[in-house]
């Protein structure tokens, strides 16, 4: 198998969003924000090539919103979906499955763009076969307060009606290599993907720990739907992440691509930062 980071665009939000309950005091220790209270997030997806399959794990945002909207995130740096992927030789074509971790508009919006002739969608990836679980789509389609501004109907209804969706019901194999992990404390049903890699098991973040920053259990980010859930969640899998070895790789820190783990007094924590070229040229103990 091989992996790839795939930066589909960089982007800043409000740090203290980012940290939730923790002060800015102490979450500074681990990324620094700007004269705006602002850090840079990245969306790192994930391309898994298994021989068979082209699997792509979330596909960021899109460029389907208005200037206005992206105004909002304050979008840096060059980085594309389709030039990332380009830089490791595929074309959207190419891709097979495409895993959405959940709807939320920066994770799925790079699913469906315009046609050139107007607002017509069009899937991004037009030989793929999409999945989400089917209880995140029911809350996606039916969506609290909370979340409600994070599903845009343009990012959904094109897949939906193109016949190219498929919906996971439960945690188990995806397919030789691949093993999905669900988990509900950001939102319902998410899916936390698992790979089989040069002898490790490497882990898919997505939101449910986004960055190096947001490991420590109390951590956890205000748009969580169930904080208590996502520590809860997260000590559960830490604890087994660490006895496993196993290397994270977070969608959304901008600094650090992967990590492994370790106990400390105070909790688990990252052990040794590194990328997954670092970890394919066996650099990773």
Same mark, same amino acid.
């Given at each position: 198998?091989?992996?790839?980071?795939?930066?589909?665009?960089?982007?800043?939000?409000?740090?203290?969003?980012?940290?939730?309950?923790?002060?800015?005091?102490?979450?500074?220790?681990?990324?620094?924000?700007?004269?705006?209270?602002?850090?840079?997030?990245?969306?790192?997806?994930?391309?898994?090539?298994?021989?068979?399959?082209?699997?792509?794990?979330?596909?960021?945002?899109?460029?389907?919103?208005?200037?206005?909207?992206?105004?909002?995130?304050?979008?840096?740096?060059?980085?594309?979906?389709?030039?990332?992927?380009?830089?490791?030789?595929?074309?959207?074509?190419?891709?097979?499955?495409?895993?959405?971790?959940?709807?939320?508009?920066?994770?799925?919006?790079?699913?469906?763009?315009?046609?050139? $002739?107007? #607002?017509?969608?069009? !899937?991004?990836?037009?030989?793929?076969?999409? +999945?989400?679980?089917?209880?995140?789509? %029911?809350?996606?389609?039916?969506?609290?307060?909370?979340?409600?501004?994070?599903?845009?109907?343009?990012?959904?209804?094109?897949?939906?009606?193109?016949?190219?969706?498929?919906?996971?019901?439960?945690?188990?194999?995806?397919?030789?290599?691949?093993?999905?992990?669900?988990?509900?404390?950001?939102?319902?049903?998410?899916?936390?993907?698992?790979?089989?890699?040069?002898?490790?098991?490497?882990?898919?973040?997505?939101?449910?720990?986004?960055?190096?920053?947001?490991?420590?259990?109390?951590?956890?980010?205000?748009?969580?739907?169930?904080?208590?859930?996502?520590? $809860?969640? #997260?000590?559960?899998? !830490?604890?087994?992440?660490?006895?496993?070895? +196993?290397?994270?790789?977070?969608?959304? %820190?901008?600094?650090?691509?992967?990590?492994?783990?370790?106990?400390?007094?105070?909790?688990?924590?990252?052990?040794?930062?590194?990328?997954?070229?670092?970890?394919?040229?066996?650099?990773?103990?």
């Amino acid at each position: 198998m091989k992996l790839y980071p795939v930066i589909a665009e960089n982007f800043k939000m409000d740090g203290g969003a980012c940290f939730g309950v923790v002060p800015k005091a102490i979450w500074e220790r681990y990324v620094k924000a700007d004269e705006n209270n602002m850090i840079p997030l990245t969306s790192r997806c994930l391309l898994a090539d298994t021989g068979s399959r082209v699997i792509l794990v979330d596909v960021g945002m899109g460029d389907k919103q208005s200037e206005k909207f992206f105004s909002f995130y304050h979008l840096f740096g060059e980085e594309s979906l389709e030039k990332s992927l380009k830089k490791y030789g595929y074309t959207p074509d190419q891709v097979t499955d495409v895993i959405l971790t959940h709807l939320h508009f920066d994770h799925v919006g790079g699913a469906v763009k315009w046609a050139e $002739e107007g #607002k017509t969608p069009e !899937l991004v990836f037009p030989n793929a076969t999409y +999945y989400c679980t089917k209880e995140h789509w %029911d809350a996606a389609m039916d969506p609290n307060p909370r979340e409600a501004a994070s599903y845009f109907e343009e990012n959904l209804e094109p897949l939906y009606d193109s016949g190219q969706l498929e919906f996971i019901h439960e945690a188990g194999p995806f397919c030789e290599g691949v093993y999905l992990e669900i988990k509900s404390g950001h939102t319902a049903g998410q899916i936390v993907p698992i790979f089989d890699y040069h002898g490790r098991k490497v882990a898919f973040m997505a939101d449910f720990i986004s960055a190096v920053g947001n490991i420590p259990l109390a951590y956890v980010p205000s748009f969580d739907i169930d904080p208590v859930r996502s520590m $809860e969640e #997260k000590q559960e899998f !830490l604890t087994r992440a660490v006895k496993e070895d +196993y290397v994270l790789v977070f969608e959304h %820190d901008y600094d650090n691509e992967c990590c492994t783990l370790k106990e400390t007094p105070k909790g688990i924590r990252a052990r040794d930062i590194f990328t997954l070229e670092d970890l394919k040229a066996g650099q990773i103990g």
